[in-house]
């Protein structure tokens, strides 16, 4: 046991070694530019007895919702108000809209709860992101079962170079769509959902970029609910609000910032014009510091067809200007909310050294890794005496020994999620370390 002890640590140091001249070898940065969006879709194909496939035409409002992404072009979406009845509800809008005009999107599971028959859903772009897991959160603190369902998505970015440095950027979406009412008892429903949500990124001791979204039902910021989220007890765990607007946002000085109702009157939609700030897209201080490798845009939080001239009025009259008028047409007829987006930076490694590369025609693998780890070795370089595996705690995981080999598969999908050792020794001799990320 001392002995593995010992090799592990001299492992960590030649790893660590390994990266320190990895990081020498980065000398430059390149940057891509996200996309995010998180619209309240209105009882997207979820017929009720005031909403129904005449004033809420599906087939209507996949033509808006197209005319909306080609507007926006978000990269992530997170919606609320899916059909949670109607299954086939995420495979509507991914097929009939979102990926129209050349995108290539996908969507997580529906998680909404047993009596609830609308929920939250994420669509991503598959060029640049892909979905690692997904959880919800349930109950409340007092194992109450919430409103709704608050769920948690985790993604990475797929960066071409992934490979070569070994440095994957996490993104965190935390969907919400809170209770609806202006009661105190309402109040307290919120506020007790926001609770939860706290309380277990605080028990998971939660870090890097994370993003809180959705229809939050707020009126101002002195409610419990908004509290939570941003002044909560452990500063590390807190969102930021890129707008960083207090006050009771239901009044004309912030009608720049109300994202419903686009109308004044009607059945299916919500009646009195523009007058709430519902819907937010918050951000951890890692985003708003730029710590981990994802930096928010400053100035790009947006509510889409907003122009602060709505007050208590539709959002098509007077002439709204804000955006092109098939957009403005499309946003009054999808929805009595309007979309909140805004954009970040993702730092991207740029690798510049030939020895990186030069020392991967040996061999190359798959990383992060999901279920199972390729290792491929060039054709006159299989005879592999040993292929270890430890985690960061230095426990052996694995051990393989006198592989003739050009490919060797790993299962690791019983693996915890995390950061392991790959230790390779070729049969002359020659050792190599690397870093891997088990997603």
Same mark, same amino acid.
């Given at each position: %046991?001392?002995?593995?002890?010992?090799?592990?640590?001299?492992?960590?140091?030649?790893?660590?070694? !390994?990266?320190?001249?990895? *990081?020498?070898?980065?000398?430059? $940065?390149?940057?891509?530019?996200?996309? %995010? %969006?998180?619209?309240?879709?209105?009882?997207?194909?979820?017929?009720?007895?005031?909403?129904?496939?005449?004033?809420?035409?599906?087939?209507?409002?996949? =033509?808006?919702?197209?005319?909306?992404?080609?507007?926006?072009?978000?990269?992530? !979406? &997170?919606?609320?108000? %899916?059909?949670?009845? *109607?299954?086939?509800?995420?495979?509507?809008?991914?097929?009939?809209?979102?990926?129209?005009? =050349?995108?290539?999107? +996908?969507?997580?599971?529906?998680?909404?709860?047993?009596?609830?028959?609308?929920?939250?859903?994420?669509?991503?772009?598959?060029?640049?992101?892909?979905?690692? @897991?997904?959880?919800?959160?349930?109950?409340?603190?007092?194992?109450? /079962?919430?409103?709704?369902?608050?769920?948690?998505?985790?993604?990475?970015?797929?960066?071409?170079?992934?490979?070569?440095?070994?440095?994957?950027?996490?993104?965190?979406?935390?969907?919400?769509?809170?209770?609806?009412?202006?009661? @105190?008892?309402?109040?307290?429903?919120?506020?007790?959902?926001?609770?939860?949500?706290?309380?277990?990124?605080?028990?998971?001791?939660?870090?890097?970029?994370?993003?809180?979204? =959705?229809?939050?039902?707020?009126?101002?910021?002195?409610?419990?609910?908004? *509290?939570?989220?941003?002044?909560?007890?452990?500063?590390? *765990?807190?969102?930021?609000?890129?707008?960083?607007?207090?006050?009771? +946002? @239901?009044?004309?000085?912030?009608?720049?910032?109300?994202? $419903?109702?686009?109308?004044?009157?009607? =059945?299916?939609?919500?009646?009195?014009?523009?007058?709430?700030?519902?819907?937010?897209?918050?951000?951890?201080?890692?985003?708003?510091?730029?710590?981990?490798?994802?930096?928010?845009?400053?100035?790009?939080?947006?509510? &889409?067809? $907003?122009?602060?001239?709505?007050?208590?009025?539709?959002?098509?009259?007077?002439?709204?200007?804000?955006?092109?008028?098939?957009?403005?047409?499309?946003?009054?007829?999808?929805?009595?909310? !309007?979309?909140?987006?805004?954009?970040?930076?993702?730092?991207?490694?740029?690798?510049? @050294?030939?020895?990186?590369?030069?020392?991967?025609?040996?061999? +190359?693998?798959?990383?992060?890794?999901?279920?199972?780890?390729?290792?491929?070795?060039?054709?006159?370089?299989?005879?592999?005496?040993?292929? /270890?595996?430890?985690?960061?705690?230095? $426990? /052996?995981?694995?051990?393989?020994?006198?592989?003739?080999?050009?490919?060797?598969?790993?299962?690791?999908?019983?693996?915890?999620?995390?950061?392991?050792?790959?230790?390779?020794?070729?049969?002359?001799?020659?050792? +190599?370390?690397?870093?891997?990320?088990?997603?």
């Amino acid at each position: %046991m001392l002995l593995r002890k010992k090799f592990f640590y001299v492992l960590v140091s030649v790893c660590l070694s !390994l990266l320190t001249l990895t *990081q020498d070898n980065l000398n430059a $940065q390149s940057y891509d530019t996200l996309r %995010m %969006m998180s619209y309240n879709l209105m009882y997207y194909r979820e017929t009720t007895s005031f909403c129904t496939n005449t004033n809420n035409n599906p087939n209507a409002k996949d =033509g808006y919702m197209e005319d909306i992404m080609d507007y926006v072009n978000p990269d992530l !979406l &997170v919606v609320c108000e %899916m059909s949670a009845t *109607q299954t086939i509800a995420p495979f509507n809008l991914l097929n009939n809209a979102i990926n129209k005009n =050349g995108r290539n999107f +996908w969507f997580a599971n529906s998680s909404a709860n047993s009596f609830q028959s609308i929920g939250n859903m994420l669509y991503f772009n598959q060029d640049k992101l892909e979905l690692v @897991s997904q959880y919800a959160i349930t109950h409340d603190l007092s194992n109450q /079962q919430l409103v709704r369902n608050i769920d948690v998505y985790r993604l990475y970015y797929k960066d071409s170079t992934l490979a070569s440095h070994n440095d994957t950027t996490f993104i965190n979406v935390v969907a919400a769509h809170l209770k609806a009412g202006s009661n @105190s008892a309402d109040e307290l429903e919120r506020a007790d959902a926001t609770e939860a949500v706290m309380a277990h990124l605080d028990s998971i001791n939660a870090s890097g970029n994370y993003f809180f979204a =959705g229809d939050l039902n707020l009126y101002d910021s002195f409610e419990p609910a908004y *509290q939570d989220l941003v002044n909560y007890v452990n500063p590390a *765990q807190r969102f930021y609000d890129p707008v960083n607007i207090a006050g009771n +946002w @239901s009044n004309s000085p912030y009608a720049i910032l109300h994202t $419903q109702s686009t109308h004044t009157s009607g =059945g299916c939609f919500a009646g009195g014009g523009m007058d709430n700030r519902f819907d937010f897209i918050l951000a951890s201080d890692e985003v708003m510091n730029n710590t981990d490798k994802v930096e928010y845009l400053s100035n790009t939080y947006t509510t &889409v067809g $907003q122009d602060g001239q709505r007050y208590n009025g539709s959002l098509t009259s007077p002439t709204n200007n804000s955006a092109p008028t098939n957009v403005i047409n499309a946003l009054y007829g999808m929805s009595d909310h !309007l979309p909140v987006t805004l954009d970040i930076k993702v730092e991207i490694p740029v690798v510049t @050294s030939l020895t990186k590369s030069e020392r991967k025609t040996d061999y +190359w693998y798959n990383n992060p890794v999901n279920e199972v780890l390729k290792i491929n070795f060039a054709e006159d370089y299989f005879k592999i005496s040993d292929i /270890q595996v430890y985690n960061a705690s230095g $426990q /052996q995981m694995l051990a393989l020994n006198q592989l003739n080999s050009q490919e060797v598969r790993i299962q690791m999908e019983s693996f915890p999620l995390g950061v392991y050792f790959l230790y390779i020794r070729h049969a002359d001799g020659k050792q +190599w370390v690397e870093k891997l990320i088990k997603n």
